[in-house]
C-alpha cells in the first residue's frame, strides 16, 4: 500500500512539473507601455512563453536607443527597438541584430487638424508643422516631400519639445504635427480635436517600424531560446488581432492606469503596422530585406550615416517557423 501511495505521488508531481525547465528572459520594451506594446503581455498570460521554456518578464523602456544599449551590455536578452536605432547601434560596434519584425511598415506620419483644411499632402504648403529637432520622422520629411513633390520652401516647422508638440497644435500655433500614425492622433482625439492622418509609408518612404533584436552571443548560443520566443510571440499578436480587448485586459494588469479607450485604439492602429506593405501576407515578424534596404538608404542619405554594412548585417529571417 505505502508502495501503491509513493508511486500516485510520483505520478502527480510529475504530472504537475512542466514539460520542461523554464529559463528566465527578459524584454526592454522602447518606451512606457501603451496599447501596442499589450501583446506581449498576453502572451505571458495566456502561457506561451512559458510553454517555450521561457519565463519572461516584460520591462518597460526608455527609448529605442537605450534597449539597443542594454541588449549590447547583455542586460536583458531581448529588445524592442525601431530599425534605425538598431542600425545606428550596430555600426557603432552594438553586437546586435533583429530576428524579428514588430512593427514592419514605420508609423511615421503627419497628423494635421482636421480643421486646418489639410486634405492632400500638397495643402502642407502654407502651413506650420510642429516638430522636435532631431526626431527621426523630421530628419527624413525631406524623402516625403520629394516623392509628394512639395515645395520645402513653402512649409514653415515650429521646434518645440515633444510633448509641447500636442499643445501647439491644440493652441492653433501649427497646423500639425510629426508623429506616429499610432499615438499622437488619439491624444488629440482625447482632448477634442479630430485630426488627418497622413502616412509616410502611403507615399513611398518605409523605414523599419520596431524589430525584436537580441545579442550576437545570445543568437550563437541559445538560437532554439530566441525561436521559442518568435512562435510564442506570433501566437501572441495573432491573439491580439483576433481579440485586441484581450490584449488591452492582459495590459491592465500589468499597468492598470492605463486609458482602457486610448490603449485599445493604439493597439488597433498598430496591428495595421506589423505587416509590411511589400509583404502584407508574410507571416507575422517576417522582415523584407527591401525595408531594411531603405531605411539603410535613407539614414545614409538624410542622417549622414557612413558605413559599408550591408543591409542584411542588421536582421535576420532565418529564425522564424518555417
Known sequence: MKRLIGLIAGCALLASAPAFAQEKATLRLNWLIYGF???FHLGVERGYYRAEGIDLEVGEGQGSGRAVQIVAAKGDMFGLSDGASIINGATRGAPIRAVMGIMNTTPFAIIA???SGIRTMKDFEGKTIAATTG????????ALMKSARLDPA?????????PTKIVSVLEKRAEALLGGSENQPFILEQRGVASTVFNYADHGVNTMGLAIHVHADTLRDK?????????????????AEKDPSAAIAAGLKVKPDMDRAMALKQLEAGLKLVRSRVAPNAAIGFM????????????KEFQELKTDMAASAFFTNDLLPK
Open 37 to 39: 506594446h499589450t501583446p
Open 113 to 115: 487638424r482636421a480643421d
Open 135 to 142: 526626431e527621426a520622422g523630421l530628419t527624413i520629411l525631406p
Open 154 to 162: 513653402k512649409i514653415s516647422f515650429l521646434r518645440v519639445d515633444g
Open 223 to 239: 538560437p532554439k531560446m530566441v525561436e521559442g520566443f518568435i512562435r510564442a510571440t506570433q501566437k501572441a499578436f495573432m491573439d
Open 288 to 299: 523584407p530585406p527591401a525595408d531594411w534596404q531603405m531605411t539603410l538608404d535613407l539614414m
